[in-house]
């Protein structure tokens, strides 16, 4: 008696399902391994797209970034001015795109980044250098630092009663 397959493939090649000869092939559909690493690498570099355009991009990071350092050092000196019952002070210079805090603390502002600096003439140390003071009590002379990327910008408000800094998103001036 002879094998149906057998007979189908003309009695050449097994059908024992090892591989061996034309009938015992399966035809296997699927993906290769390049199709599904070309599909991840087009959705990566979309998620990369979308995720610049929502959030303003490499500019909008450090925007945000150094504002959120320059908030910190503000509210670090003012808490430095409390603790030592002395005035402190904390100084930016928008054209060097540094900063300066008590204890020997500093820092340099991303040079892709406008500077605009507000405040008291009396208090500060040159010509284009600004600086806000922080007293024991918690009051400082007030100021404002805006950080500007394109037309984005962050404001960062020092309050002159109560020495309390506020970030907050703004427009940039021209």
Same mark, same amino acid.
Do not use: D, E, M, P
């Given at each position: 008696m002879v094998d149906k397959s057998a007979r189908l493939a003309g009695g050449a090649g097994r059908c024992d399902g090892s591989g061996y000869g034309?009938? @015992?092939r399966s035809t296997r /559909? @699927?993906?290769s391994l390049l199709e599904m690493m070309l599909v991840i690498a087009i959705i990566a570099i979309a998620s990369l797209l979308a995720a610049s355009?929502?959030?303003g991009g490499l500019d909008g990071m450090r925007l945000r970034s150094a504002s959120k350092q320059i908030a910190a050092q503000l509210r670090y000196t003012r808490a430095q001015a409390i603790a030592t019952g002395e005035p402190q002070s904390f100084t930016i210079d928008p054209h060097?795109?540094?900063w300066e805090a008590p204890k020997q603390r500093h820092g340099e502002i991303p040079k892709q980044l406008g500077i605009v600096f507000t405040g008291a003439r009396e208090v500060q140390p040159?010509? @284009?250098v600004g600086a806000v003071m922080f007293f024991p009590d918690g009051a400082s002379t007030g100021g404002r630092v805006q950080l500007q990327a394109? /037309?984005?910008a962050w404001n960062i408000d020092v309050a002159w009663l109560t020495g309390q800094v506020k970030?907050? /998103?703004?427009q940039a001036q021209r």
């Open positions: 034309a009938v @015992g /559909r @699927g993906f355009a929502l959030t060097a795109h540094t040159t010509r @284009g394109k /037309r984005a970030l907050t /998103r703004a």
